[in-house]
């Protein structure tokens, strides 16, 4: 393949690709299809499925591409990709799970929130129930701890397997995502720190805090927790919730700087347009925590 002329389109790029593997990888099943990911992100999946096996890592070789594209060499993507692929299933922890078996994986089911009106194709294929301007929905992980993040998304068609009812999956999970990914509450101060002493700081010190759930599946979670936001209200009084992301959210004392509602929604669709990925945005609106009814108000 003379690389030096002419680049292969992305559709070409991703054939080699899928070639290459059913050539390295006999007797293993090689799969390409779209991907819907959150808040309407489709990309190309790709899986090598053993035999006997379900399930696989999924590659997306998107971001292989760009590199292709600015020169790097076709033999050494594939390579990468196919280093990425067995490191994955040699990760500590890793385990498929028996998603055949409802009792094998009921302690593992978990939620995470995203956002429903960015969502409306996904959610038809997905149980879940609204939160605010949200949807709960539901997921398997396939490895706890860091830098991987393997997730399984729970469909309508697992619950049609289990003959189980969403609610059943809101109890375990209720339980389990506390469990697994403890709730925690961080200043931004030491949240900055915890960067190191040449990580500049953006603001002077404020009070705000760093509100979510440990690990990167969907930290924003910690919302859904009445106890634990009642504890932040002993702390703050009433406060804000800022949305950052699908991975924490930020609280800001109502008191403040006396914090007009106008201020964090601007805050909130700033950093949303500027520097949070489009598949990451978690709402463009602020929410209110009122600690006398324990509601929380969505601020549109």
């Keep these: 393949m003379n690389e030096t002329t002419t680049k292969m389109n992305f559709q070409d790029f991703t054939e080699a690709i899928k070639e290459r593997f059913k050539a390295d990888y006999p007797g293993c099943r090689i799969k390409t299809g779209t991907v819907e990911k959150n808040n309407g992100l489709c990309l190309t999946g790709l899986t090598i499925l053993k035999e006997g096996t379900p399930l696989s890592p999924t590659l997306y070789p998107e971001q292989n591409y760009s590199s292709y594209l600015d020169g790097k060499p076709f033999e050494a993507i594939v390579e990468e990709l196919e280093s990425f692929y067995e490191k994955s299933l040699d990760i500590p922890g890793f385990q498929m799970p028996d998603v055949g078996n409802f ?80 709730v925690r509450l961080q200043s931004m101060e030491d949240v900055i720190k915890g960067f190191g002493p040449d990580f500049p700081s953006p603001i002077p010190f404020t009070p705000l805090s760093i509100f979510r759930c440990d690990g990167d599946c969907g930290g924003a979670a910690a919302i859904i927790y009445d106890s634990e936001l009642k504890r932040c209200a002993e702390i703050f009084g009433d406060f804000y919730i800022l949305p950052s992301s699908v991975y924490e959210t930020i609280l800001c004392p109502l008191s403040y700087g006396k914090a007009p509602k106008e201020d964090m929604l601007s805050m909130v669709r700033e950093i949303n347009a500027k520097e949070v990925l489009s598949d990451e945005v978690l709402s463009d609106n602020a929410y209110l925590y009122h600690a006398d009814t324990g509601e929380i108000e969505i601020l549109e």
């Design 103 to 182: 009792e094998a994986v009921k302690e593992k089911i978990c939620f995470k929130l995203i956002n429903k009106g960015r969502n409306k194709k996904r959610l038809r294929e997905m149980p879940y129930r609204n939160f605010l301007d949200l949807a709960v929905t539901y997921y398997i992980p396939v490895t706890i701890k860091k830098p991987y993040d393997a997730n399984l998304g729970i469909t309508n068609k697992f619950l049609r397997l289990w003959h189980v009812e969403e609610e059943t999956l809101y109890q375990h999970a209720l339980v389990n995502t506390r469990k697994l990914f403890p």
